[in-house]
Nanobody, 117 residues
Framework: QVQLVESGGGLVQPGGSLRLSCAAS????????MGWYRQAPGKERELVAT???????NYADSVKGRFTISRDNTKNTVYLQMNSLKPEDTAVYCC???????????WGQGTQVTVSL
């Protein structure tokens, strides 16, 4: 089992920044993909960004150039630096860790990000 705990969400004005963190604990395999997904009210969950244990990143087109995903493998932690936030970024942001070798993933409970005046 793996536990994921997110932090760093909150209320921010348009154009502002937030940094999300997600710490994983439990049975952590060294080869994995960690990522952030988000779900806005009335919408389906969508990918925001992922990063492999080797550091390869992938971003949704809507956040490219504004968000940066990074990780600290020594702490089993993934980060999401969000800059130039827009109202449409408002959502619950959830952390995920995926083990491709066994095709299994785990989710955190999520953290609310609200971008509003």
């Amino acid at each position: 089992q793996v536990q994921l705990v997110e932090s760093g969400g909150g209320l921010v004005q348009p154009g502002g920044s937030l940094r999300l963190s997600c710490a994983a604990s439990g049975s952590i395999f060294s080869i994995n993909v960690m990522g952030w997904y988000r779900q806005a009210p009335g919408k389906e969950r969508e990918l925001v960004a992922t990063i492999t244990s080797g550091g390869t990143t992938n971003y949704a087109d809507s956040v490219k150039g504004r968000f940066t995903i990074s990780r600290d493998n020594t702490k089993n932690t993934v980060y999401l630096q969000m800059n130039s936030l827009k109202p449409e970024d408002t959502a619950v942001y959830c952390c995920n860790i995926y083990y491709p070798q066994v095709d299994r993933g785990y989710w955190g409970q999520g953290t609310q990000v609200t971008v509003s005046l």
